[in-house]
C-alpha cells in the first residue's frame, strides 16, 4: 500500500499505477501477483541461500542473496510474464515488445531482521520489488510517500527515484525479490562491428 510519508491518506487500490508530481512527476507501476504458494517458494528461496558476503555488503544493510541468484530461475521467469501479459496494455511503453526492449540486470532477495536498514540510493535503471511479508515500510522521501509491504504486492520504479528505510524495529523478518530492469541498446555499433568481422578472419 502506498500512503504519503507526512498525511496517512490511502490511495485508490483500483488502478495499477501512480503518477506524482512532487518535485518531479514519476509513474509507478504497482499490483498483486496472487499465488500464495509461489510467494512462499520465493521465501524458502531466499532463507535457504542468503550469501554471508553480501551481509552488509551493499546498500542493504541486511541479509541478501547474491545478485543474480533468481535471474534465470523458472519461478521469477513466470513472474516477469505475468508482469508482461497484466500491463502491456495499460504500461505498453515498458511490457509491449517487453523480451525484445529489456533485460533482466540483476534480481535477488533480501531478508530484513530487527535493526536492520536499506541506505537511501537510487537505480539508474527501471527498478522493481516483489513484497513477499509484511515488514517495514520503503520510504521514497522525495516523493513524500511511503509503500507499506504486504504479500505479494509489487512496484515498479522509473529510474533515480531515491529510496531506503532507517533501521526497523519490527520483530518480524521482512523478505522481498528485488531487480532491476535493463534496457537493450539496439544502437549500431561500428566498432563492435568490426571486432566481430576480425573474429570471423
Known amino acids: 500500500m502506498i500512503n504519503l510519508i507526512e498525511k496517512n491518506n490511502k490511495l485508490n487500490s483500483n488502478v495499477n499505477s501512480l503518477n506524482v508530481t512532487y518535485s518531479r512527476t514519476v509513474n509507478i507501476l504497482f499490483g498483486n501477483y496472487p499465488y500464495p504458494e509461489k510467494i512462499h517458494n520465493f521465501i524458502l528461496e531466499i532463507k535457504n541461500n542468503l550469501d ?22 523458472k519461478e ?59 515488514g517495514c515500510d520503503l520510504k521514497l522521501p522525495e516523493l513524500n510517500l511511503k509503500i507499506t509491504p504486504e504479500p505479494g504486492d509489487y512496484y515498479i520504479f522509473p529510474a533515480l527515484v531515491l529510496h531506503g528505510f532507517e533501521k526497523t524495529k519490527e520483530e518480524n523478518n521482512r523478505y522481498s525479490l528485488v531487480f532491476n530492469i535493463g ?15 576480425n573474429k570471423r578472419l
Do not use: C, R
Not at 495499460?90 to 532477495?109: D, Q, R, T
Open 52 to 73: 554471508p558476503k553480501m551481509k552488509n555488503y551493499t546498500n542493504v544493510k541486511g541479509g541478501m542473496t547474491n545478485w543474480d541468484f533468481f535471474k534465470n530461475k
Open 76 to 134: 521469477f521467469n513466470d513472474f516477469i510474464i505475468y508482469l508482461i501479459n497484466k500491463h502491456q496494455n495499460s504500461h505498453p511503453h515498458i511490457f509491449e515488445y517487453f523480451l525484445e526492449k529489456y533485460f533482466i540486470e540483476n534480481a535477488w532477495g533480501n531478508e530484513i531482521k530487527k535493526e536492520d536498514s536499506l541506505d537511501y540510493h537510487h537505480h539508474n535503471n527501471l527498478h522493481g520489488i516483489l513484497y513477499l511479508t509484511k
Open 183 to 197: 534496457k537493450n541498446d539496439n544502437s549500431f555499433d561500428f566498432y563492435k562491428k568490426i571486432e566481430n568481422i
